[in-house]
C-alpha cells in the first residue's frame, strides 16, 4: 500500500493519534509497523490537548476518537478545522450510531470507523482518507451517511468517490445494539450526540437510566445548546429512572394498538405521539 502526503513526493505522513484509552495506541503503533510512510509523531488522550497539538503539529492525518476527557472528538474536530484547516481527520470510534458517525462527517472528517472492524479497515481507511476520498466502515454502510447538509462537506461528497468495504449483501430486519464504553463519560458523551441529533431531528426520545447518569445527559445536552426543556414539554425527551421503569415481568402480549403489554406508560405516550406526527421514536 503505498501512502504519500498529496503534493509531498517521497515525504512521510505525519499523524497524531487522539485517544483517551492507551491500548489504543499500541494498537496503532503495531498497526503502522509495516506502513514506514507513516510516522506517529504525537499521541494525546484529551479532546483539549488534541486542539492544541493540532495547532502546534499541524499533521497530515489525525486519527480521533469522539468520548474524549476535556473536549468530546466532536467539538475537537471543528476547532480543529480552523486552528489547523489543512489537517484531514479520521474518526476512529466504538460508537456505532449513525447519527453521531453523520455528525462527526458533518464536522471536516474524511472517514468514520469503526473500532471493532480497525484491524482489517484502519490502513485503507487512512490510504482512502489521505487520498480526499471518504471512506465508511463496514459497520456503517447503507445508513445514508453520504447525504450531508453542511456546505463544506457536500462540496467534498459533489467530487470525491466514496470508499466503502465490501461485503455480502443481506436484508436487515429489526436490530438490537450492544455498545460497550469503558467509563461514564464516554457513555454520556456518545448517549448526549445521539439524543441530540435524535431530538434536533424533531424525533421522540425515551432515555431510561440512572439519577446520575440523568443528570450529566442533562448538563451535556444544555451545554450542547439542546432545548431539553422544551422537548420534555413537549413530550419528545421523556428520561425514567431504571428501577421504577422496568417492569419485574414482561408481558409479551399486546394491547389494542400493538404496544406491548408492562412497557412504562411514558413510553407508550412517547410511542403515540411518535405515531401521531409521523416521528421516530429512540429508546436508549
Known amino acids: 500500500m503505498e501512502l504519500r502526503k498529496a503534493g509531498g513526493r517521497g515525504k512521510s505522513v505525519r499523524l497524531l493519534v487522539v485517544d483517551d484509552y492507551e491500548p ?12 514506514p510512510e507513516l510516522q506517529v509523531i504525537g499521541g494525546v488522550s484529551d479532546g483539549l490537548e488534541a486542539v492544541q497539538q493540532a495547532q502546534q503539529l499541524r499533521p497530515d492525518l489525525i486519527l480521533l476518537d469522539i468520548g474524549l476527557p476535556g473536549l468530546n472528538g466532536i467539538e475537537a474536530a471543528r476547532r480543529i478545522r480552523g486552528v489547523s484547516p489543512t489537517s484531514k481527520i479520521l474518526f476512529v470510534s466504538e460508537n456505532r450510531s449513525p447519527d453521531v458517525a453523520q455528525e462527526a ?31 465508511i466502515s463496514t459497520s456503517l454502510t447503507g445508513r445514508d451517511l453520504i447525504n450531508l447538509d453542511d456546505e463544506h462537506t457536500a462540496e467534498q461528497a459533489r467530487h470525491e468517490r466514496v ?3 465490501s461485503r ?26 445521539s439524543i441530540g441529533a435524535a431530538l434536533e431531528k424533531g424525533n421522540a426520545v425515551v432515555v431510561i ?9 442533562l448538563q451535556h445536552l444544555r451545554a450542547d445548546g439542546v432545548d431539553v426543556d422544551d422537548a420534555a414539554e413537549r413530550r ?12 419485574i415481568v414482561m408481558d409479551t402480549s399486546t394491547d389494542g394498538d ?17 405515531k401521531e406526527k409521523h416521528l421516530h421514536l429512540a429508546v436508549g
Open 236 to 247: 419528545l425527551y421523556i428520561a425514567l429512572d431504571v428501577s421504577d421503569s422496568l417492569p
Open 24 to 35: 489504543w495506541h499500541d494498537f496503532v503503533s503495531k498497526a503502522l509497523l509495516d506502513e
Open 209 to 217: 437510566a440512572t439519577e446520575s447518569h440523568r443528570v450529566n445527559l
Open 163 to 165: 470508499v466503502v468495504p
Open 105 to 135: 462527517l458533518r464536522n471536516g472528517a474524511g472517514g468514520y470507523v469503526v473500532k471493532s472492524d480497525a484491524a482489517s479497515e484502519l490502513l485503507p481507511a487512512v490510504k482512502a482518507v489521505l487520498e480526499g476520498k471518504r471512506f
Open 258 to 274: 400493538g404496544l406491548v403489554k408492562g412497557v412504562p406508560h411514558a413510553i407508550v405516550e412517547a410511542v403515540r405521539t411518535a
Open 168 to 193: 455480502p449483501q443481506s436484508v436487515e430486519g429489526n436490530r438490537h445494539e450492544l455498545r460497550l464504553y469503558s467509563d461514564d463519560g464516554a457513555f454520556v458523551d456518545a448517549f448526549a450526540h
